[in-house]
Each structure stands twice: as structure tokens, then as C-alpha cells.
């Protein structure tokens, strides 16, 4: 036992020369590792995977946070639901619908910017960030999808749990606190939610961080972790935005703020 010990400790001395350090995966105070422990915690059976993209956050969910429970993903553009299918057809705890969520229910139009699908939002991207962020919006598209809200569908995404302890996670580039109202008949059960918010905002009619965080203050919401995103150089070392965690703080069922 003492032998392994000391090569363990030789091993970590060594990797700390080159810069390198050795930890327990996922590291501590990382999102990932804030993620595993806040849905052991709370019990959540199920997370709403909002603006899924291409199934990106699916695979971290499993492959650094250990969740094993249901995943229910939303993601309106035709193209990365394809591919999104393809990475839900790998997992019988993972299916999805191809449309986006709202405060209503209605037909919109999504930006879209091809190989950056990543900016992809139902809001217009700004000149000055797009250049930023090297999007090309005169090259952009639109394409016809379908909005709905979480109260509308909720008997749907919740027919195979009992008991539904939800998390939330939306990233929809700056239409966030839409999906958060479209829910608001169910907070009850969304014991938390991820989200970004921007210290710039690259879209127009983007709620700030400051508005956002009283916002989801006021329907019971408090932050729990602050994570950065990206720290493009055309912003001079400024981190633009952040992934936030949130918990919901309540007395009886109702918001305690």
C-alpha cells in the first residue's frame, strides 16, 4: 500500500513538472462534475435537452456526467436532426422531436448559417459578432419550423415517467427565456435548468445577463455555477458568455424570491 502510494504521488510530481495534473474525472468544480452530483442529488429522471444541436450535450450527459436516465431533445433544424437521430439510435433512454420550444405554440422562421449551425437562433445575429465570431450572415438562410410549449406537450415527454423530476437544459441562443415561460405551469417539477447568458449580446432583442438573472429569480430560479463558454480575441480576453446552473429555491411549491 505504501509503495503504491508513493509511485501514485511520484506520478502526480512528475505530470505537475510538464504542466500536467492528475484528477478525479470529471474534475472538481468543472460543469460536467457539477452536473453528475446536482442530478444525483435531486433525483432527476429526466432532462430536457432544449436546442440539442446534434446531440452533443446527449453524449456528455452520459459520457462525464453518469447520467443514465431518460433524455427527451428538441432540435427544430432539419439537418442537425438528422444527425441527432442518428446519435438518439444509439441509446433506448434518448428520443427527441424535431422542433423547437417557446413561450407559444406557432409556426417561426430559424436563422440559419450553415457550417456555423452553432449560431443557428429564432433571433437575427448581429454584423459586428458574426464577424467575430467569423459567421457569414450574407450567406445565411431561414427555415420554416414549428414552436411549442413545455406546458403543451408536457403529458407527452413525461407518458413514461412516474414521478418527473425534471432537469432542464436550453440553449437556444437568446430565445432562453421563452422556453423557461412556455413552462411556467410545471416549474413545480424543473428542480433545475442550464442555460447561457451573454456578457455581449450577439443578437438583437437578446435579454442581458443582468435582466436574465432577475428573471429566472423571479419564477424561483437562482444560479449555482458560472462556467465560461468562449473567449474569442476579437473581444480582448473577454468572455462573452457563460453556461449557468440553476436551482430552484421554493417554499411550498412557490417561488421563494
Known sequence: ????ALSVSGLVKGLNRVG??????PPR????????DFLRDNRINLVLDVGAF??????MLREEAAYRGMIVSFEPCRESFRVLTAEMGKDRQWRGYPFG?????????????GRKASF???LSLKAAH?????VDIANGSVEAIQLHTIDTIWDDITKEIQNPRV????DTQGHDPAVLLGAVDHLQYIYGFQCELPVVEIYDEMMSMTEALSFYRKLGYLPIGFYPVAMPEAYGGLVPEFDLIFKRHTVDGHASI
Open 101 to 113: 420550444l417557446s413561450d407559444r405554440d406557432s409556426p417561426a422562421v430559424l436563422n440559419t448559417y
Open 29 to 36: 468544480y468543472s460543469m460536467p462534475r457539477q452536473l453528475k
Open 120 to 122: 443557428n437562433s429564432l
Open 54 to 59: 446534434r446531440g452533443e450535450y446527449g453524449k
Open 130 to 134: 458574426a464577424l467575430a465570431h467569423g
Open 1 to 4: 500500500m505504501i509503495a503504491k
Open 167 to 170: 432537469f432542464l437544459k436550453t
Open 20 to 25: 500536467l495534473s492528475l484528477t478525479r474525472f
